[in-house]
């Protein structure tokens, strides 16, 4: 569906018009994502709840973002993907960078005791910050996960983020993720995608004389 640009404008116009600190704020939930949970929100805006919370009741009075979740944890969500997607688009590119970034590390930070939780979370905002090392690191572990899970298309679509991510001297690498390629293709009845991931992994691996 092609959204006439006006109504993007007209949202555009209206975050313009919200107080800085507010607007700061929409933006960092618009990079965190769709659904926003507020521990998240209030570690970024390295601000203390009572400060928060009124500049929220106002977000949410102006239906840019609403409460969907108290238990167990405080979360909002965006009232519209326009919104979303209008609040994200009105900061600069370098500004989205470091903010992927920055949430990236607070995610660490704050589940850290559980943190195969968030792995596909942490690829994502680690991709859109281009830090290609833990960007890699989260595909490979989040597609992982997802093959013990035996959801075979989400491995897939992971592993090949992974591919995408490695460099020609990372021959070692790029046969491992091909070998994971070859098995979840398989269980995914995909058999020439597998036999073609099989095939490029091995002579890899004959290139690296690794006759194991």
């Given at each position: 569906i092609q959204?006439?640009?006006t109504v993007q404008a007209i949202l555009a116009a209206r975050i313009d018009r919200l107080p800085p600190a507010e607007k700061h704020l929409l933006q960092v939930a618009a990079v965190i994502g769709k659904d926003v949970p507020f521990v998240l929100l209030r570690e970024i805006a390295g601000e203390p709840e009572e400060r928060l919370r009124p500049r929220l009741a106002h977000l949410q009075t102006a239906e840019f973002l609403y409460e969907t979740s108290l238990f167990p944890d405080l979360e909002y969500t965006f009232k519209h993907a326009l919104t979303h997607?209008?609040?994200y688009s009105s900061l600069l590119v370098q500004r989205r960078k470091e903010l992927h970034r920055v949430?990236?590390?607070a995610i660490e930070e704050l589940y850290a005791d559980r943190l195969a939780e968030q792995y596909e979370v942490l690829a994502h905002h680690f991709s859109k910050a281009e830090e290609q090392g833990k960007s890699l690191e989260y595909f490979m572990k989040a597609g992982d996960k997802a093959a013990r899970s035996f959801a075979n298309r989400e491995a897939i679509a992971l592993y090949e983020?992974?591919?995408?991510?490695l460099t020609d001297d990372r021959r070692q690498l790029r046969a491992e993720v091909l070998g994971?390629?070859?098995?979840?293709?398989?269980?995914a009845a995909d058999i020439d995608a597998?036999?073609?991931?099989?095939?490029?992994?091995?002579?890899?691996?004959?290139?690296l004389d690794d006759k194991r």
């Open positions: 959204v006439p640009a997607e209008v609040a949430v990236g590390v983020h992974a591919l995408g991510l994971k390629l070859a098995v979840v293709t398989g269980h597998s036999l073609r991931h099989a095939e490029a992994a091995l002579e890899l691996y004959q290139a």
